[in-house]
């Protein structure tokens, strides 16, 4: 089973700021819809941010909630995809989760917590 490694959660006050790191030895991410979703306690996991590679350039996608706060990006010499997020809200508390999607492939990390809190 191919293994994504998230790493960069944590605790943060409101207004605050964190950066997800996602990694994967086993697939290359340059040609796989990289994805970050999160769950928060009682809820559906939802998309937060989506990049895409096609023939015409890289796109990235990005929930209502997280437009001009959260950035995704892809490092493709270290194989990394990353989520920075920032003026962090206590309604962005989850847990979130890395997320590669190429054809019928569909790969999810382990999650890594995120909590916003006073």
């Known amino acids: 089973q191919v293994q994504l490694v998230e790493s960069g959660g944590g605790s943060v006050q409101p207004g605050g700021s964190l950066r997800l790191s996602c990694t994967s030895s086993e697939i290359p991410f340059s040609i796989y819809v990289m994805g970050w979703y999160r769950q928060a306690p009682g809820k559906v996991r939802e998309l937060v941010a989506e990049?895409?590679?096609?023939?015409?350039?890289?796109?990235?996608d990005y929930a209502d909630s997280a437009k001009g706060r959260f950035v995704i990006s892809r490092e493709n010499a270290k194989n990394t995809v990353y989520l920075e997020m920032n003026d962090l809200k206590p309604e962005d508390t989850a847990v979130y989760y890395c997320n590669a999607q190429f054809s019928r492939l569909n790969y999810w990390g382990q999650g890594t917590q995120v909590t916003v809190s006073s």
């Open positions: 990049m895409s590679t096609r023939s015409d350039g890289t796109y990235a």
